[in-house]
């Protein structure tokens, strides 16, 4: 009696690749790294913001006005003289909204009290000052 081992060989060689795994794996790569990816704050800069032992979260609706250590102002990082700053805050902050102040540690504190009194004459209601937890 003989054995026959079976042909795994096709017939014809394949004319084609189908790619359509390809493509699933693809979109499942990039739905991966969109999910996972961490998103930049459009605000953020290189700030040396002060310590403080008491911190906590502010709205997420607020309006964040950054100055830097050369007391250039930024909101919502946008770059805008002092001059410019009320009308840009009646503009984009809301009724009694909230403004974060994100300030360098070498920003004198006129600087940051006129910003804060120009921010509550164009009608902020609530007004927070941004710093890091002390460790």
């Known amino acids: 009696m003989s054995l026959r081992r079976p042909r795994f060989e096709d017939e014809q060689p394949a004319q084609a690749i189908n790619i359509s795994p390809l493509i699933d794996v693809i979109f499942i790569l990039l739905i991966f790294f969109i999910v996972t990816m961490v998103f930049a704050d459009g605000s953020a800069m290189d700030l040396d913001v002060p310590s403080a032992s008491n911190t906590a979260d502010a709205k997420s609706d607020s309006l964040t006005v950054a100055i830097g250590a050369d007391s250039a102002l930024y909101v919502d990082g946008k770059k805008y003289t002092f001059a410019a700053l009320p009308a840009v805050l009646r503009k984009k902050l809301p009724p009694n909204g909230a403004v974060i102040l994100r300030a360098d540690e070498k920003v004198s504190v006129s ?25």
């Open 111 to 135: 600087t940051l009290v006129s910003v804060m009194d120009c921010a509550k004459e164009n009608g902020a209601g609530e007004i927070f000052v941004s710093a890091r937890k002390k460790q």
